[in-house]
């Protein structure tokens, strides 16, 4: 089993900067790729960004290229979001998820790659 906490969220005006963080606990977290996933009000949860075990290999939405950034510590068993240039649209509720398999692959563009979840988080981007 894997227990993941996430922290960070909150209100932001557009334009502005949030960083998420996820912390695991359970099993040795750098056997794990990590995912961010994001649903919005009446949405479908949908991808946001992946990172490899090791961090070497990094996925992102288009919708969040350019401006989001996933990263991990394993030392502190953490993987982070940062983002910038928050839009209204980037409004909803974040998850964090950790997958077994510790590469990524095209699978992990998808929640069924993913064993555990965090709580989830709010994030609201005032226009």
């Known amino acids: 089993q894997v227990q993941l906490a996430q922290s960070g969220g909150g209100l932001v005006q557009a334009g502005g900067s949030l960083r998420l963080s996820c912390a695991a606990s359970g099993r040795t977290f750098s056997n794990y790729a990590m995912g961010w996933f994001r649903q919005a009000p009446r949405k479908e949860r949908e991808f946001v960004a992946a990172i490899s075990w090791s961090g070497g290999s990094t996925y992102y939405a288009d919708s969040v290229k350019g401006r989001f950034t996933i990263s991990r510590d394993n030392a502190e068993n953490t993987v982070y979001l940062q983002m910038n240039s928050l839009k209204p649209g980037d409004t909803a509720v974040y998850y964090c998820?950790?997958?077994?398999?510790?590469?990524?692959?095209?699978?992990?563009?998808?929640?069924?790659?993913?064993?555990?979840w965090g709580q989830g988080t709010q994030v609201t981007v005032s226009s």
């Open positions: 998820a950790a997958s077994g398999v510790a590469y990524l692959s095209s699978r992990n563009y998808y929640s069924h790659a993913y064993d555990y």
